[in-house]
C-alpha cells in the first residue's frame, strides 16, 4: 500500500465515525475486525486503534467473545469535537445545531459577565481584535475568514472567563461555528445586526460591564436560534 498509515487510520475513523453518527450501525450491532480490514483494505492493527479511538467517545464497546459493539446515542460522548463534527454531518443536523446553541445560550451570557470581570488588558485588545476582523470580513462571501475570527472571539469569551470549565467548551463551540459555515446553515454573508452585537460585546468585556456583556450575549444566542429557524427548520 502506498497510502501512509496516518491517512489511511484518519480515513477508516471518519467513515466509521460518521456512519455510527448517522445511524448506520445500530446500537448493539456488532462490527467484526476482520471485515472491517477487508472492507477498507488496512491491516488489523489500524482497525484495532480506530476501534481504540471510537471506544474513547463511547461509540462502541469491545468485550472479550463477543466483538466490537455499537453503543445507544445516549452513551456517546457528545461533547468531543469529533463526535460533534460527525453528527453535524449526518441528517439530523438541524436538531444538533439546536441543541447546540442552546447549550451555548446557557453557558456563554455567564461566560460572557465572568469575562467582564476577569478579562486582562491583552485578551481584551485581541476581542476587539476579533470583533473589527468579523466587521472587515462580514460582507463579499467571505464566510472562512469571518469563521476564524468568530471561532476566535468565542474562545476568548470562554478563556477570559477565568473559568476551566467554560474554557474547555471552546473546541464545541468552534465546531458548532464551523458546522453551520460548512453546512450552509447561515445566510450567504452574516447578519450586520450579529456583527454588530460582538463589537458591542466586546466594548462591554473592556469596559468591565458585565451586566452588559451578559445581555449582549444572550442577544447573539437569540439570533443564532432564529437563524435556525429561518434556514434549518
Same mark, same amino acid.
Request: net charge neutral; proline share 5%.
Given at each position: 500500500?502506498? *497510502?501512509?498509515?496516518?491517512?489511511?487510520?484518519?480515513?477508516?475513523?471518519? *467513515?466509521? =465515525?460518521? %456512519?455510527?453518527?448517522?445511524?448506520?450501525?445500530?446500537?448493539?450491532?456488532?462490527? !467484526?475486525?476482520?471485515?472491517?480490514?477487508?472492507?477498507?483494505? /488496512?491491516? $488489523?492493527?489500524?482497525? !484495532?486503534?480506530?476501534? !481504540?479511538?471510537?471506544?474513547?467517545?463511547?461509540?462502541?464497546?469491545?468485550?472479550?467473545?463477543?466483538? &466490537? *459493539?455499537?453503543?445507544?446515542?445516549?452513551?456517546? @460522548?457528545?461533547?468531543?469535537?469529533?463526535?460533534?463534527?460527525?453528527?453535524?454531518?449526518?441528517?439530523?443536523?438541524? $436538531?444538533?445545531? $439546536?441543541?447546540?446553541?442552546?447549550? !451555548?445560550?446557557?453557558? #456563554?451570557?455567564?461566560?460572557?459577565?465572568?469575562?467582564?470581570? @476577569?478579562? *486582562?488588558?491583552?485578551?481584551?485588545?485581541?476581542?476587539?481584535?476579533?470583533?473589527?476582523?468579523? /466587521?472587515?470580513?462580514? +460582507?463579499?462571501?467571505?464566510?472562512?475568514?469571518?469563521?476564524?475570527?468568530?471561532?476566535?472571539?468565542?474562545?476568548?469569551?470562554?478563556?477570559?472567563?477565568? @473559568? %476551566?470549565?467554560?474554557?474547555?467548551?471552546?473546541? &464545541?463551540?468552534?465546531?458548532?461555528?464551523?458546522? +453551520?459555515?460548512?453546512?450552509?446553515?447561515?445566510? %450567504?454573508?452574516?447578519?450586520?445586526a450579529a456583527v454588530t452585537l460582538?463589537? +458591542?460585546?466586546?466594548?462591554?468585556?473592556? =469596559?468591565?460591564?458585565?451586566?452588559?456583556?451578559? +445581555?449582549?450575549?444572550?442577544?447573539?444566542?437569540?439570533?443564532?436560534?432564529? #437563524?435556525l429557524d429561518v434556514l434549518a427548520?
Amino acid at each position: 500500500m502506498t *497510502t501512509p498509515a496516518p491517512g489511511l487510520h484518519t480515513h477508516v475513523l471518519d *467513515t466509521l =465515525g460518521k %456512519e455510527i453518527a448517522a445511524g448506520e450501525h445500530r446500537p448493539g450491532q456488532v462490527l !467484526r475486525t476482520d471485515e472491517l480490514a477487508r472492507r477498507f483494505d /488496512v491491516s $488489523r492493527t489500524v482497525v !484495532r486503534e480506530v476501534i !481504540r479511538v471510537l471506544e474513547s467517545m463511547h461509540l462502541v464497546e469491545s468485550r472479550r467473545r463477543v466483538g &466490537v *459493539t455499537v453503543r445507544p446515542a445516549e452513551a456517546w @460522548n457528545v461533547y468531543d469535537p469529533q463526535v460533534i463534527r460527525w453528527r453535524l454531518a449526518g441528517a439530523d443536523r438541524p $436538531r444538533q445545531l $439546536r441543541s447546540l446553541t442552546v447549550l !451555548r445560550s446557557a453557558i #456563554e451570557p455567564v461566560a460572557a459577565s465572568l469575562a467582564a470581570r @476577569n478579562a *486582562t488588558p491583552e485578551q481584551c485588545a485581541e476581542l476587539t481584535e476579533r470583533a473589527l476582523g468579523m /466587521v472587515a470580513t462580514s +460582507r463579499g462571501g467571505q464566510l472562512e475568514g469571518y469563521l476564524a475570527h468568530d471561532i476566535a472571539f468565542h474562545r476568548i469569551v470562554l478563556n477570559a472567563s477565568g @473559568n %476551566e470549565m467554560f474554557a474547555r467548551l471552546g473546541d &464545541v463551540v468552534a465546531e458548532v461555528l464551523a458546522g +453551520r459555515t460548512h453546512h450552509q446553515v447561515m445566510f %450567504e454573508d452574516p447578519d450586520p445586526a450579529a456583527v454588530t452585537l460582538h463589537v +458591542r460585546l466586546a466594548e462591554a468585556v473592556r =469596559g468591565g460591564d458585565a451586566a452588559g456583556a451578559e +445581555r449582549l450575549t444572550k442577544e447573539i444566542a437569540v439570533g443564532a436560534l432564529h #437563524e435556525l429557524d429561518v434556514l434549518a427548520p
